[in-house]
């Protein structure tokens, strides 16, 4: 794993939004940096980044299950009672989820320790199915790259042949994608996936979030009275359980992606559960409820992490009682788990975070985010990568 100086193409931001990447350039600085890209081996890539995001992948179903049926453990994942029946009966009915990104500390040596599961909403989708395939092929045919050069992306075509077999497995609806209004980045997510559901030759329809409407008889409604009969929300569970439809989910016969059940996986107790069901296992670290936090090594580091934070919202690391580093946000009312610190590896001054996407239950991707801080948010850049 090495991170290389490149030249940036030229007029690349005009092709960006050419090609509606309108959120290359955040709060006035680059969030595409393609000054320099990560170098990975095909082992590095299928040992160590590949295999173990299937398997934890499915460790965490495993989580599920146990969680589903405990009242115990679905209140300690802060899931509201009136929303209890209808993550159980998502995930006892084989609801059918979309994808998932999975976080890792990784510098190129040793087993990938998971931080996270971007189960429900992951972004940066689009930057990694296509515009960093794009940036691969220009480099290649410009001579910048060596022809042998590959990259770990199967993103688009595992997207599109998923929303192919989804319209089998949800039969004569139309399918509506949504977002929050004013988030450029989230708008550009959700075309994105509209466009490979439209590649599958869906039936598919837009609609805000904040124009989602609950008619009399208990059924989602767009902003033309068209009832919503499947959607893909890019907007947390926790968010939509304390909608005023929230308390509706069950009559309201909508087919979700991500389904309900990966309010669940999404969620950071998730961290605590794996431990507790797969303690040693190479690609986790120690985590706990904070109950049990001073299991934990002090003098190694502790990460703390509110059970619905995004975007590294709210976290705080320290080490003997020191603080490190801290995130701000709207998060933490919720309770808090805490991890054992495993640092991001450190190039060119930047800390760097892997993430793993997953299609269905198969690996399809990897996308790099670079951040100045121990805690990757927001602000972070997105850098390219290929296998040589």
């Not at 992306?153 to 042949?161: A, G, H, I, R």
Request: hydrophobic share 35%; aromatic share 14%; glycine share 4%.
């Amino acid at each position: 794993m090495i991170r290389m100086p490149i030249n940036e193409r030229p007029n690349w931001q005009e092709q960006a939004d050419e090609f509606g990447f309108k959120f290359h350039t955040l709060y006035g600085e680059k969030y595409w940096n393609e000054s320099a890209y990560y170098q990975f081996s095909l082992e590095q890539i299928e040992k160590d980044i590949e295999d173990p995001t299937e398997e934890i992948h499915q460790m965490c179903l495993e989580v599920v299950e146990h969680v589903t049926q405990s009242e115990e453990l679905l209140e300690q994942f802060c899931i509201p009672e009136h929303a209890w029946d209808v993550v159980r009966n998502s995930f006892k009915n084989g609801d059918p989820s979309l994808y998932s990104r999975l976080d890792f500390s990784y510098n190129g040596k040793g087993p990938a320790k998971l931080l996270e599961n971007n189960a429900d909403t992951p972004t940066s989708i689009y930057e990694t199915g296509f515009w960093q395939w794009l940036w691969l092929e220009d480099n290649v045919n410009s001579g910048a790259l060596p022809r042998t050069a590959d990259q770990f992306n199967s993103l688009q075509e595992k997207l599109v042949n998923r929303f192919h077999d989804l319209q089998f497995l949800t039969p004569d609806r139309t399918l509506h994608f949504s977002c929050c209004k004013d988030t450029e980045e989230d708008r550009g997510t959700v075309q994105y996936l509209q466009d490979c559901a439209d590649f599958a030759k869906l039936d598919t329809d837009f609609v805000f979030v904040e124009d989602i409407g609950l008619s009399d008889k208990n059924t989602f409604s767009d902003v033309n009275d068209h009832e919503i009969t499947w959607l893909f929300k890019l907007y947390p569970w926790e968010f939509m359980f304390d909608e005023e439809y929230g308390q509706h989910l069950n009559s309201s016969k909508v087919r979700f992606l991500e389904p309900p059940w990966k309010s669940i996986i999404s969620n950071k107790a998730l961290l605590p559960m794996l431990w507790q069901l797969f303690e040693n296992h190479p690609n986790l670290l120690p985590a706990y409820f904070q109950k049990d936090m001073s299991k934990l090594v002090s003098d190694k580091g502790i990460v703390k992490k509110p059970i619905f934070s995004r975007e590294g919202a709210n976290i705080s690391i320290s080490k003997n009682a020191t603080e490190l580093a801290a995130s701000h946000g709207p998060y933490g009312e919720e309770g808090y788990v805490y991890q054992q610190l495993h640092t991001l590896p450190k190039f060119n001054n930047s800390y760097t975070l892997i993430g793993s996407w997953l299609v269905n239950d198969e690996a399809a991707g990897l996308s790099i985010r670079e951040d100045n801080s121990l805690i990757t948010q927001d602000s972070s850049q997105f850098l390219p990568h290929i296998i040589l």
